[in-house]
């Protein structure tokens, strides 16, 4: 900042000098306040950006923890699915061994004779052939044939 003195016999008028220099301290002071509300500043900013930080690294170390929770979770789960599944395998493959074991291909030629039999006996006669009286055919319940017929065929084995 600049100024001029007025110039007096021994130099510069003291009192314009006392009064620039009480305005220079004025200025002086107010910078020094302002300088520390700006140092305050900063050093709350510092604070709250550290404490920010911490937050998010305590936030981040939760989130990672949840995590690590709902895998163990997971993971424990899809183990339990593994020992049904192989429950589930293991109980399959004896109830087929036992099929397999109980039935041979002897007894589906069996059972395929069975149903031929069955079906060849399961023939409607005609109404005009003598037939025995337990054979006796209604029109009127198509269905006897069939029962009579399956009797019939069951009782043979």
Do not use: C, W
């Not at 301290?25 to 604070?47: R, V, W």
């Not at 930080?53 to 699915?81: F, G, P, S």
């Amino acid at each position: 900042m600049e100024h001029s003195f007025s110039i007096s016999k021994k130099g510069y008028l003291p009192s314009e000098v006392d009064r620039y220099i009480e305005r220079l301290e004025l200025e002086l002071h107010d910078y020094k306040s302002k300088e520390s509300a700006i140092s305050k500043s900063i050093i709350h900013s510092e604070m709250a950006s550290q404490q920010i930080i911490n937050d998010a690294h305590k936030e981040a170390e939760n989130i990672r923890e949840n995590a690590e929770e709902q895998l163990r979770q997971l993971q424990k789960k899809i183990k339990h699915m593994r020992m049904k599944l192989d429950t589930f395998q293991s109980s399959y493959n004896q109830l087929m061994h036992k099929y397999i074991i109980t039935m041979n291909s002897n007894d589906f030629n069996d059972l395929y004779q069975s149903l031929d039999n069955i079906n060849d006996t399961l023939t409607l006669k005609p109404k005009h052939k003598a037939v025995k009286d337990s054979e006796i055919i209604r029109e009127e319940n198509p269905s006897n044939v069939i029962d009579m017929n399956y009797e019939k065929v069951s009782h043979q084995y």
